[in-house]
């Protein structure tokens, strides 16, 4: 198997064995986050030099509550649907579920640190003594938090 930007294929040279997400989309529903994307998958071989064997198209999507601990932002309760082919759902949804809500995994508090560290980068030193991120809650097309902090800017 071998990751290539948005596809994963598979065995080694294996061009016509994959799948691949792509054009995610972010809503709500209700207080829970939808992620939406496009699934496109073939398992297919190699015959006489041509590709054959079935391929399909279609959208997905996962809902789930967004969490917040530790400074960490993360998807809580997934659930996961494919609304238009129903009978992928047993073996696609725990791989995906799997793999994207772990992907979603946010360090909020190192990505505050990353943000201090290109500003100092830029001139200025943000110092940051405390912070606090609190009330996550999902807003139309994104996730909202309640950012805090003690500390100063020095040129």
Known sequence: MRFEGDSVT????????????????????????????RFSG?????????????????????TGVPLL??????????????PSRPAYEQILAPILTDT????????LAAEIQRFTQAATQQGYRLSITELTLTNVRVGADR?????????????
Do not use: M, N, W
């Not at 398992?43 to 198209?57: E, N, T, Y």
């Not at 993360?74 to 996961?80: A, K, R, V, W, Y």
């Not at 994207?100 to 360090?107: A, E, G, K, N, Q």
């Open 10 to 37: 598979g065995g080694p040279g294996d061009d016509c064995a994959y799948s691949f997400l792509e054009q995610p989309r972010l809503g709500s529903s209700g207080a829970r986050l939808a992620l939406t994307f």
């Open 42 to 62: 073939r398992a297919g071989a190699v015959v006489l030099g041509r590709c054959v064997g079935p391929s399909d198209a279609f959208d997905v999507t996962l």
């Open 69 to 82: 601990a530790d400074g960490i932002l993360s998807l809580g309760e997934p659930h996961f649907s494919l």
């Open 100 to 107: 994207i809500t772990d992907s979603l995994r946010v360090d």
């Open 143 to 155: 996730v909202e938090v309640e950012v805090d902090f003690k500390g100063g800017v020095t040129q």
